[in-house]
Every structure is written in C-alpha cells, then in structure tokens.
C-alpha cells in the first residue's frame, strides 16, 4: 500500500513536470510579451523573438529570403533593405548574391536621375511614396501650391453640395497654417509639415488606416469654418496665391487643430527614421493617434528595420493586440502545473520518509520483542 503510495506520487512528478516542460516556452514568451507591452521596441523584439523560435533556423532564413524577393519584385527596394537589416540583428544568413542585389537595387533608387523623375511627379501630382517624391510634394506644399490646390478642389465641391473629402481639405488648411509657421521658424516646424502631407497622401492613395481616417476627419471637420471657407474658395485660385492664402487662413480654427499638428508630428518622427513608405506602413495599420505615437517611438528604436517589422507583425508590433488575459493565462498555467510538480516532489518525499521511519520503527520493535524472548527464555529454564 505504501509503495502504491509512493508509486503514485512519483507519477505525480512525472506528469507536472512534462506539463511544465511543455508549458513554458509558451509562458516564457507570454510573460516577455505582457512586460513588454507599454514600450513599442520591446513588445516587438518579444513577438519577433517568438516567431523565430517557433521556427527551424532553415525555416527562418527561407522566410526572410521570401519576402526580400516579394519586395525587390514589387520595386521596393526599401523594404528589402529593411529585411537584411533585421536578418543582420536577429543573425539570420543571407544569401551573398541576395545581398547584392538588394544593395544594387537601394542604389538605384537612390540615383539622381530616379531622385528627379520621383520629386517631379510629387511636385505635380501632389502623391508621394518615397523619399524622392514626398520631397516634391512638401516643396509643393511648402510653396502652398499643393496645399491651395487641395483646398480649392475640395473647397468648391463643397460649396457645390458635392461629394468632399472633408479629411484633405482639414490637412491642406492645417497645413497652410504650419507653412507660415515653417518659414518664420527657419524649418523649425519642417517635421510637422511633411507628417501632415504623408498623412494626406495616405489618404489620396487609400492608405489611410479606417480608425485613424475617422478620427482626422472628425477633426478635421471642426478645424474648418465651413461658411468662411465657401466665402474664400468663391473667389480663390492656385494662380492668385497670396490672395487665397489670406482668405483660406481666415477659415481655419487654431484652437481646434491640436490633434492633427500632434499627429503629423509623429507622422514626421516616424519618417525621419524609418523614411516615408515606413510612415505610410504606419498609416495604413494605425487605428488611432495613439498608435502612430508608439510607431514614432518604434522607429526610433528601430530606424530602418522598422517596415520590416510591421511587415511581420502588423499592428501587433506598435501594442498588444491578443488579450492580455490569454497571454496571463498562459503564465498562470504554467505555475500550476509548477505548483503541480513541487507539491508531487513534497509529497514523494513526505511519503518516502512516513515509509522509512515506519520500517525503521518496525526494525525496533522487533529487535525489542527479540530481546524480550531471549530475557524471557533463561528465567523460564531456571524456574
């Protein structure tokens, strides 16, 4: 009975700790991830490091070749680059002649005559989804060309009960307002100008996540005087600049563009850092300001391997999109099954030191009744 005892304590151990085993890599990297949670850096080395341990070395480096190749056929050469960065930090191999094209293609991007034929395009067209490009679209907006040309377009479909992109005409109208700041602080507000244009890109282009479209446009709405804006678009053109500019700014409401400056503000972090189609990657996950906040605070931990990121993990790497209390659980699994397996260890040794102080009593009395007979057996021969 006692050995079944023992027997089944020793089970006990056997099953809790093969629980455990199997239990922890899940709440090794639930509790990395739960810590992580209000710092964007850390949160997504955490799930970067997860999906690279869940995977095979081979499978990883595959991984990473295959989406250097989807990126390098798209013509984003930028974010190829942004994956053998990341290959390099987590040291992941990288095919030599890989690496090599990738470096000639970011070449190529970066050439002069590729540079002039991308600032020409974001000069005119007022679109931007490089360095290049948006650098035509803020000297555009910064010469208040783009920005008038947005508000005229916008304004006078407004004012003719058409359909009107309230979001664009918001940020044009914002954005005149921080050119003027731009110039008299010498570019001191040059970060705020070009978030406020990628964020309008993003918007022309369908790149705008819906959550954060909803709330740029609901400001946006209030920025604007609607009556005053219809009274400036009657008579204003792209052509008659200072004249429109006076009567646009006459409209806007400074009180009432916080959210969108701040906004932009980060947009331009993000930029700065991990470069403009990094901050249309942002724009298109981001739900709300405050996830383009912690991506500015990414990006800066980050730089270049930013996009690589967000490619990986989506909104996941800017917060804890799984519930915090499906990770805990994990976590709280595991220490039961730990409890589990030290109670069986207490146990086991409880009922392996009952078994031998019994069997060391059972040697005692015997050896007393023994030498009881042996007293007993000489007084009985003498009697």
Same mark, same amino acid.
């Given at each position: 009975m006692k050995r079944r005892r023992i027997s089944s304590a020793l089970v006990g151990i056997a099953a809790s700790a093969a629980v455990c085993l199997a239990l922890w890599p899940h709440a090794r990297d639930a509790a990395a991830v739960v810590l992580a949670q209000d710092d964007p850096a850390e949160l997504s080395d955490a799930q970067i490091n997860s999906v690279l341990q869940k995977n095979q070395a081979q499978k990883n480096q595959a991984l990473v070749a295959e989406q250097i190749e989807a990126a390098l056929a798209a013509g984003d050469a930028d974010l190829a680059n942004s994956f053998v960065s990341l290959a390099r930090e987590k040291t992941i191999p990288v095919a030599d002649e890989l690496s090599r094209r990738v470096t000639d293609a970011v070449a190529e991007e970066n050439s002069s005559a590729?540079?002039?034929?991308?600032?020409?395009?974001?000069?005119?067209?007022?679109?931007?989804?490089?360095?290049?490009?948006?650098?035509?679209?803020v000297a555009g907006d910064l010469f208040v060309f783009g920005d008038i040309r947005d508000v005229v377009r916008e304004g006078k479909h407004l004012a003719m009960g058409e359909d009107t992109d309230r979001l664009v005409l918001g940020l044009a109208t914002v954005g005149l307002a921080v050119t003027a700041a731009t110039c008299v602080s010498v570019g001191g507000a040059a970060p705020v100008r070009a978030g406020l244009t990628i964020v309008k890109d993003a918007r022309k282009v369908g790149r705008l996540?819906?959550?954060?479209?909803?709330?740029?446009?609901?400001?946006?709405?209030?920025?604007?005087?609607?009556?005053?804006?219809?009274?400036?678009? @009657? #008579?204003?053109? $792209?052509?008659?600049?200072?004249?429109?500019?006076?009567?646009?700014?006459?409209?806007?409401?400074?009180?009432?563009?916080?959210?969108?400056?701040?906004?932009?503000?980060?947009?331009? *972090?993000?930029?700065?850092?991990?470069?403009?189609?990094?901050?249309?990657?942002?724009?298109?996950?981001?739900?709300?300001?405050?996830?383009?906040?912690?991506?500015?605070?990414?990006? @800066?931990?980050?730089?270049?391997?930013?996009?690589?990121? =967000?490619? =990986?993990?989506?909104? #996941?790497?800017?917060?804890?999109?799984?519930?915090?209390?499906?990770?805990?659980?994990? $976590?709280?699994?595991?220490?039961? %099954?730990?409890?589990?397996?030290?109670?069986?260890?207490? %146990?086991?040794?409880?009922?392996?030191?009952? %078994?031998?102080?019994? *069997?060391?009593?059972? *040697?005692?009395?015997?050896?007393?009744? @023994?030498?009881?007979?042996?007293? =007993? @057996?000489?007084?009985?021969?003498?009697?």
């Open positions: 590729h540079f002039a034929k991308r600032f020409a395009t974001g000069l005119v067209t007022g679109t931007a989804d490089d360095v290049a490009s948006l650098s035509g679209t996540g819906e959550g954060l479209a909803e709330w740029a446009g609901r400001s946006a709405r209030d920025v604007v005087d609607t009556p005053v804006l219809r009274q400036a678009v @009657a #008579s204003g053109s $792209v052509l008659r600049p200072g004249q429109t500019v006076r009567a646009i700014k006459a409209a806007f409401r400074a009180e009432k563009a916080g959210g969108l400056v701040r906004l932009g503000k980060d947009v331009g *972090r993000v930029a700065e850092r991990a470069g403009t189609r990094g901050a249309l990657d942002t724009l298109k996950i981001a739900e709300e300001p405050k996830d383009v906040a912690r991506a500015a605070r990414l990006a @800066a931990a980050k730089g270049g391997k930013t996009r690589a990121i =967000i490619k =990986i993990l989506g909104r #996941s790497a800017l917060l804890l999109t799984v519930g915090a209390f499906n990770l805990t659980l994990w $976590v709280f699994s595991a220490l039961l %099954a730990l409890f589990g397996f030290l109670s069986s260890i207490k %146990a086991t040794t409880e009922r392996a030191t009952q %078994a031998w102080l019994d *069997r060391k009593k059972v *040697r005692r009395l015997r050896r007393q009744a @023994a030498a009881t007979q042996f007293e =007993i @057996a000489p007084a009985a021969a003498c009697g």
